[in-house]
């Protein structure tokens, strides 16, 4: 019915044209407005970064207060804004965010690190990796590939992030069809103040035969 | 207000070349092509898109994967259709269904290995569907080898106004954890990111006696950031200039894989403005941009 309608509108050539000239345009602006709109409204420079913790008026107050007196005004309004608008639109995005996994959240290189860590990689008694060594440059291509590096950082961070057991055999698997007289392989972070010159070592992951099971030490 | 609508209906349809937006097409799917054939190179394509169960490299998988309970053969099977995928929306063949299938496939491989995707992966993925529709494949295709067609202004809007976001977004991050970036620190935070030994390719002790230069180019990049609303004046090409230096930099001291191109890949649609100039200067012959302005937007 409506299809039929709509090529009654849109046979006549003085329709085609008014639907061309008239309607599509502004469809079309407003279309691109609403996107635009969208996109500030899911990734908000400042309003993105306000902690998930503030959402109640009462925390609205605790954060104010941390203010200097004469920004208190504005930074209420902000945070007020983002606690009873952005947010709840925002969230209403996450749907079809995830379906096409593209949430709207630039927080890109913020800081570099607080210390330096790096990753070694031990077959029994020798080094076969360390971060940065030329000498010690093992697996390097992939352990510095953009795609596995995150999970390397992981590995050598405090907590060991959730994919040191998949990574740790990762590396177990490569090294005993490389050294197959193997019997103990060791991931050791190393961490150090800046700039560098006193490493320790901080934690390690340790896998040995024959059971080759990872435990953390 | 009705003067300020009518501008803006003019502005989003205002007829431009396509060149810039096949070009950011091209180069868009080209990045991600080969950023993807990459981890086939180093040969962990199994090993990275596998279920944490089944062995995978990743430890936890998102909630929107539908890969994690099937066969690993069918994670393999989602990377080789989204190549596929990619190397049609590069051609400008079957563009549209091309994106979308891209944009879905490429999706499940990051559910499926959250820690390799990361924010550039999202940014591609973005426009990749802002630009479905643009006309995008008017030109520079299997079928349309030239770039002689006109499109309408919006994608281009689109396309700067989300750099704006993603740019200023990262300069506020960035002060929002610390004022090193524009004070004078012991260790200032572009010296820490680049001699970084997990990420950075500069040594922390050789480069320390340029500490300096490194503050230097900390404020440099935060003003930078904060100052990209430009890209939506016409002095957005010139701001891209150093915009793409900052990236040629990245790259340098980085190895942070496709990030740096695949920021450079949206560029086209900054130099807008001159390519299109220069392409009418250099072929003067076919019909200007604005000769084609009822085919605009199509």
Known sequence: ?217 | MTRLWSRWVEITGRPISVLPLALTRILVATVMLLDLLRVLQLGIVGDLWRAPAAGGVGGFTDEGSLLVDLPPWVALATYGVTLVALACVALGVATPPATIVAVLADAQLGHLFPPGDRAIDRLLRTMLLLLMFSGWDRGLTLRVRDARAAVAQWPHLLVRWMLVIVYTASGIGKLWVTHDWVGWARFPPLYRIVTDPMAGTLDPLRWLAFRPAFQVMSWSTVALELSSFLLLTRFGPWWGIVGALMHVGIFSMMELGMFSWGMLALYPVVFAPWIVRHARTASPTPASAADQGSHAGR
């Open chain 1, 1 to 217: 019915m409506l299809h039929e309608a709509l090529g009654a509108c849109t046979d006549h050539p003085r329709n085609r044209e008014r639907l061309a000239n008239d309607v599509l345009p502004h469809l079309r602006a407003a279309l691109v407005a609403l996107v635009a709109l969208t996109l500030l409204c899911a990734g908000a420079p400042y309003f993105d970064y306000v902690p998930a913790y503030i959402r109640t008026p009462a925390s609205i107050d605790r954060e104010v207060a941390t203010s200097p007196a004469w920004v208190r005004p504005l930074h209420r309004a902000m945070l007020t804004f983002e606690v009873t608008v952005r947010r709840p639109l925002a969230s209403r995005l996450r749907p079809i965010e995830r379906v096409f996994r593209i949430a709207q959240s630039w927080h890109l290189y913020r800081n570099g690190p607080g210390r330096v860590a790096r990753l070694e990689i031990w077959a029994d008694d020798t080094l076969l990796h360390r971060s940065l060594d030329d000498e010690h440059d093992w697996l390097e291509p992939i352990l510095r590939s953009r795609r596995v590096r995150p999970v390397a950082e992981a590995v050598v961070s405090a907590d060991g992030g959730r994919s040191e057991l998949g990574f740790t055999r990762f590396v177990v698997d490569r090294i005993r069809t490389e050294r197959p007289e193997t019997r103990v392989v060791e991931l050791r972070a190393t961490w150090s103040p800046w700039p560098g010159d006193e490493p320790e070592l901080h934690h390690k992951f340790v896998a040995e035969a024959p059971d080759w099971k990872v435990v953390r030490r």
